[in-house]
C-alpha cells in the first residue's frame, strides 16, 4: 500500500495548471480535442431558371444563384478543394410554380436538370445532394399541398404531401443524386419516400433527413435566395424553438423510417439539441449552419465588429464539436480554403 502524503505546513500544494497544454502552437495543435477537416463539410447551392449570368443573392455575400455552367464551375471549385458534398436547391420561375409544386417532379424541372448535369459531370467524384422540398416550387411558398379544413382553415395537407415528396424524391434520383434531402417536416415523409425509392430501384440512394427542424427567424435570407412566395410562417410543420424532447421523438421516428443521416437545424441556436442527438443516434448527424447565421456572420464583420475568419472557423468548428458530423454551410469554401491554406 502506498503511503497517503502529508501535506507539510510550509509547502504549499501545487495549484493545476491547465494552460501547460496551451502554452504553444503545437502544444494546442497537439491537445486539440476536436478537429474540423473538408470532409465535414457540405456546401448548399441554388440553380435558377431562365438567368444567362449568376445573380447574387445580396444578403448572403459571396452566394450567388447559379446558371447551369456557373454551378458546374463552381461545384468543381469546391471539389478541388476537397468538400464531398454539395445539396442543391432550384428556383424555378415563378410562372412554373402551382399549388402542387409540380415541377419538383418534372424531368425538364430545373432542379432536376441540374442535379443530371452535375451527375454528368462528376459522377461519383462528388456527392450531389437534393433538396427534397415544395417550398420552391409551390405558388403559395409551403413546403406541402394546401387544403381547407371543415372549419374552413387553410391548413397544409400532411399525407397528399408525401405523395408528391415521393415522386419528386424520385424524380432526383432519376436524376443522379446520390442523397436525396427531404426538409418540409411532414409526418411519415422518410417511410414514404424510402419506399417509392426502393420501388424504383433508387435503394442506394441515401436520405438524409432534417429531422429537428425548427420554426427559425434565422431563415431570413434564404427566402431571398430562392425568391420565396410564402406569407405567414410554418409553424404548424416546423418544430416550436421552445422544444427539445420533441426533437428526439422526430430523431427516433426518422431513424426507424429509415434515415441514413439525422439533422438538426439551425445549428448555433441548437448546439444542445446537435449534442443530445450526437450522443443517442445509431446514424451520423448533421447540421445545418443557416442562411441567418451566415449572413449575420458576415454583417458584423462588414461593419469591423468581428474578424470574419475567425467567427467563421469559431463557428463550424463550435458545431462539429457539439457533434455534427457533416455540418452543411456557405462557409464550406473559405473553410476548406483556410483548412488547405489557400
Ligand atoms: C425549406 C428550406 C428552408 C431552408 C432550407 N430548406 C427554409 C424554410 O424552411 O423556411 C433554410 C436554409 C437556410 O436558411 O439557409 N424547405
Not at 432536376?112 to 405558388?139: H, K, P, Q, S
Request: glycine content about 8%; some cysteine.
Amino acid at each position: 500500500m502506498t503511503e497517503s502524503r502529508t501535506p507539510s505546513a510550509d509547502v504549499p500544494a501545487p495549484i493545476r495548471r491547465p494552460r501547460r497544454l496551451r502554452s504553444s502552437p503545437v502544444m494546442r495543435r497537439m491537445t486539440a480535442e476536436t478537429s474540423l477537416t473538408v470532409d465535414d463539410l457540405i456546401l448548399p447551392m441554388f440553380v435558377a431558371d431562365g438567368l444567362d449570368e449568376p445573380r447574387p443573392i445580396s444578403s448572403l455575400p459571396g452566394v450567388s444563384q447559379h446558371t447551369e455552367d456557373s454551378l458546374v464551375r463552381a461545384v468543381e471549385e469546391a471539389a478541388e478543394l476537397g468538400i464531398p458534398s454539395v445539396d442543391l436547391f432550384g428556383v424555378p420561375l415563378d410562372s412554373d410554380k402551382d399549388g402542387e409544386g409540380a415541377c419538383s417532379w418534372r424531368e425538364d424541372g430545373v432542379l432536376n436538370r441540374a442535379l443530371a448535369r452535375l451527375r454528368r459531370e462528376f459522377g461519383d467524384d462528388v456527392l450531389i445532394m437534393a433538396d427534397t422540398c415544395l417550398d420552391e416550387f409551390t405558388d403559395h411558398g409551403h413546403c406541402g399541398v394546401l387544403r381547407r379544413d371543415r372549419w374552413g382553415r387553410t391548413i397544409v395537407d400532411n399525407d397528399a404531401t408525401l405523395a408528391n415528396y415521393a415522386r419528386m424524391a424520385v424524380a432526383q434520383a432519376d436524376a443522379g443524386a446520390h442523397i436525396v434531402s427531404p426538409s418540409g417536416m411532414m409526418d411519415g415523409q422518410i417511410e414514404a419516400i424510402r419506399a417509392a425509392l426502393d420501388a424504383a430501384g433508387h435503394v442506394d440512394v441515401a436520405i438524409m433527413a432534417y429531422s429537428a427542424k425548427y420554426a427559425s427567424a434565422f431563415y431570413g435570407p434564404f427566402r431571398e435566395a430562392v425568391g420565396s412566395s410564402l406569407e405567414g410562417d410554418r409553424r404548424t410543420y416546423q418544430q416550436d424553438p421552445a422544444n427539445r424532447r420533441e426533437s428526439l421523438l422526430e430523431v427516433e421516428l426518422d431513424i426507424a423510417e429509415g434515415a441514413d443521416f439525422v439533422m438538426v437545424k439551425p445549428a448555433m441556436a441548437y448546439l444542445d439539441i446537435v449534442r443530445e442527438v450526437a450522443d443517442m443516434s445509431p446514424v451520423p448527424v448533421a447540421a445545418y449552419q443557416v442562411s441567418g447565421e451566415y449572413a449575420m456572420i458576415h454583417a458584423a464583420a462588414n461593419n469591423g465588429w468581428i474578424d470574419l475568419e475567425g467567427a467563421m472557423m469559431e463557428s463550424v468548428l463550435g458545431i462539429h464539436r457539439a457533434g455534427a458530423e457533416q455540418v452543411l454551410t456557405y462557409f464550406a469554401v473559405d473553410v476548406a480554403r483556410k483548412l488547405r491554406g489557400r
